[in-house]
């Protein structure tokens, strides 16, 4: 009877703890699947700024300066997104929204440019795009919230090693872009 008790406590501790490291891991691996979702919105809107750029050039060539800025974030946020922290992603984010923001400024000296409809397109594209990375973001604080209460909490805490799974750094934006960029149509 004793040799029973045992076989059936091992087993319970054995398929508990199969399902807690299932369970860390799924949550990490949401996490991780979140991010990408912002890396997504990021690669969406970098992908619009060429078409903007291009479009206020043929208007405002003489603002070279402004368009090579968002060049260059751009080029910064792609690069954070392949290798960069959380917050190395945010503060590459917040340079392309500043340089962005200049980009639009320019365009509105220009009545004949905002009165383009390829110029108003493209505005509306970044605007649904904002709204897609908002909800991104939103959607991997969610993720990262459950994994980090999981990976702080009885008896989650003790497993969370044995499945390689520690807390993750929530998207915040940089003390410098505390609101989305203005965006002007």
Not at 5 to 16: K, M, P, Q, S, T
Not at 80 to 102: P, Y
Not at 105 to 112: F, G, K, W
Not at 172 to 180: M, R, S
Request: hydrophobic share 50%; glycine share 4%.
């Amino acid at each position: 009877m004793g040799y029973v008790i045992a076989v059936v406590v091992i087993v319970l501790v054995v398929g508990f703890g199969v399902v807690a490291f299932n369970k860390l891991r799924r949550a990490d691996i949401k996490a991780q699947e979140a991010l990408g979702g912002i890396d997504v919105q990021l690669t969406r809107r970098a992908d619009l700024i060429p078409n903007v750029v291009a479009t206020v050039k043929g208007y405002a060539a003489h603002e070279s300066g402004v368009l090579e800025a968002v060049t260059a974030a751009r080029a910064a946020v792609t690069a954070a997104s392949k290798s960069g922290s959380v917050a190395d992603r945010a503060t590459a984010e917040a340079a392309l929204d500043r340089s962005l923001v200049n980009v639009l400024a320019v365009a509105e000296a220009y009545p004949e440019l905002k009165a383009s409809a390829n110029f108003v397109a493209l505005q509306q594209e970044l605007g649904e795009t904002e709204d897609q990375l908002a909800f991104a973001r939103q959607y991997y604080n969610d993720a990262v919230a459950s994994l980090n209460t999981a990976v702080v909490t009885l008896p989650w805490m003790v497993l969370a090693p044995m499945a390689a799974v520690h807390k993750r750094d929530f998207y915040e934006a940089p003390d410098t872009h505390q609101a989305p960029p203005q965006v002007a149509f």
